[in-house]
């Protein structure tokens, strides 16, 4: 499990009131929550030297936002450290906020797993690059950042190799529901390929409508302020009590549950859905009486529900099949549904339209494609590819669709170089013996005469570049391929 995987981040803030018993009894009250519902769960504090954080005419200042809340909460480094220790006790990870140089220091000193940025740093470069150069794990909330700001903080963080997940988060103390704009996780998601996306919520602590479905837009990440109302202590209008955050947990792990995909790469279907869906289809039954071997048409039978255990559904029918055995009026037909090489064509092209639309690649209209099946169309899924030719002058340009499982047998060309750029999915490429792994957007040269073949767990897309195609120039090593005309070994696709 990664290290952003899952995780729920209850935010202390200022929320001690300069007291560590408080703190004390806040991380207590959160470890509870934690462990009734068995969550990845962090605390996170707040560092600040507030020695030099605040400029030195400002300090006392009461009419300045923030600067009392900030010197009557103060904690020194030691008492934090306490709270790190009891937080670990309570077997949460301890992070922090840090919104000086200062404060990445305390950070490093104390072990923290994992540094958050919060919206107001989120461009605060020299504090950035101190944070980027202890190579922890980093949480960068976008508050109040356009799309055009998180863009630059991607690239920053990626030109320096770390490790990040960005929070979509709304900095209103409380945020109305209007702006919350909860859409913006799945477009974050799309643009930042391969980097974890979290919410960050502000909303009244009483809605849990609002984490369910931000699980549901993919958030992957969760924090929320929290606190412990005393009768000295009131909390603010945008943090939980133990209560309210045991709710939000709830909605958050339920809403987990009710989103989960049950099966790796494709979806579950139960039994007792489809014993369901059965129930009521219709099934086909004969109109009049039919013969064995006779040719069907549809105006021999007619479709009714129900539709018994064995029998043909009305979906499965098709024209001009053979019955295999004799019908009487109104019995139930129990023939079975005819694979032939068009319907197997028709669904490899179905399959591999709809890789192309979960990559995002649209082809235009100017496109050739052909199915390369090197032990025949009935072995396609096992072995072969989907080619679509775009461009094939001096220079060609192919995209290939490899399916989930399917593997291109060992080959070589002796005209055609050519250069594979993965663009969805997973590809393993054996070249001239080496094996390489590749993940989007990784290349791969293949010189003229260089053995390869290439194979996918889940299913794949990628860009081949070349020279000049010439028909016949594939030279495989299995000679039950190699013995094949050309003609033998594709299918050129009319109806995409």
């Avoid at 504090?45 to 009557?72: M, S």
């Avoid at 549901?216 to 412990?228: M, N, P, S, T």
Wanted: net charge neutral.
């Amino acid at each position: 499990m990664g290290v952003f995987d899952g995780l729920i981040i209850f935010e202390m803030a200022n929320s001690h009131q300069g007291s560590v018993e408080h703190g004390l009894s806040i991380i207590r009250e959160m470890g509870k929550v934690a462990r009734n519902y068995n969550i990845k769960a962090a605390v996170k504090l707040q560092y600040r030297n507030l020695d030099t954080f605040i400029h030195p005419d400002y300090k006392g200042r009461a009419d300045v936002k923030h600067i009392p809340r900030f010197e009557g909460t103060k904690l020194s480094y030691e008492q934090f450290s306490v709270m790190v220790s009891a937080i670990r006790e309570e077997g949460m990870a301890a992070m922090s906020t840090p919104f000086d140089e200062d404060g990445v220091e305390w950070c490093q000193s104390q072990g923290l797993g994992i540094i958050k940025i919060a919206s107001c740093s989120a461009m605060d470069w020299p504090l950035l690059e101190k944070a980027a150069s202890t190579g922890k794990p980093l949480i960068i909330s976008t508050g109040g950042k356009s799309i055009s700001d998180i863009d630059k903080i991607y690239n920053f963080f990626t030109h320096r190799g770390c490790e990040f997940a960005f929070l979509h988060c709304v900095a209103e103390y409380p945020a109305p529901l209007g702006h919350l704009q909860l859409d913006f996780i799945g477009r974050m998601k799309k643009r930042y390929r391969g980097v974890t996306v979290g919410y960050s919520g502000h909303e009244d602590p009483d809605d849990i409508t609002v984490p369910m479905m931000a699980v549901a837009k993919g958030a992957e990440i969760f924090e929320r302020h929290v606190g412990l109302p005393t009768d000295a202590i009131t909390l603010n209008a945008y943090s939980m009590d133990p209560g309210q955050a045991g709710r939000w947990v709830k909605a958050i792990v339920d809403a987990r549950e009710v989103c989960r995909v049950k099966k790796e790469g494709d979806k579950y279907v139960s039994q007792e859905e489809l014993d369901s869906l059965r129930s009521l289809c219709r099934g086909v039954f004969a109109k009049r009486p039919i013969q064995a071997g006779q040719a069907i048409s549809r105006e021999d039978v007619f479709f009714a529900m129900p539709c018994g255990e064995g029998q043909m559904a009305s979906g499965e029918f098709r024209e001009g099949m053979a019955a295999g055995r004799d019908y009487a009026e109104h019995a139930p037909l129990y023939e079975k549904k005819a694979y032939t090489d068009i319907s197997l064509a028709r669904g490899v092209i179905h399959d591999a339209k709809g890789l192309l639309f979960e990559a995002g690649i649209a082809l235009g209209s100017q496109f050739e494609v052909e199915l390369s099946h090197h032990y025949g169309l009935r072995q396609f899924r096992r072995t072969g590819a989907v080619i679509i030719s775009i461009i094939n002058r001096e220079y060609c340009k192919k995209l290939i669709v490899v399916l989930p499982g399917q593997q291109h047998p060992m080959h070589y060309h002796k005209v055609k170089e050519e250069t594979f750029q993965l663009l969805y999915g997973d590809l393993e490429c054996v070249v001239d013996g080496k094996k390489t792994h590749m993940q989007p957007g990784d290349t791969q040269t293949v010189l003229r005469n260089s053995k390869h073949s290439f194979s996918s767990r889940a299913g794949a897309v990628f860009e081949e570049i070349s020279t000049t195609h010439v028909k016949g120039d594939s030279y495989y090593d299995d000679p039950a391929i190699a013995k094949l005309d050309l003609m033998e070994r594709k299918t050129i696709i009319k109806e995409w």
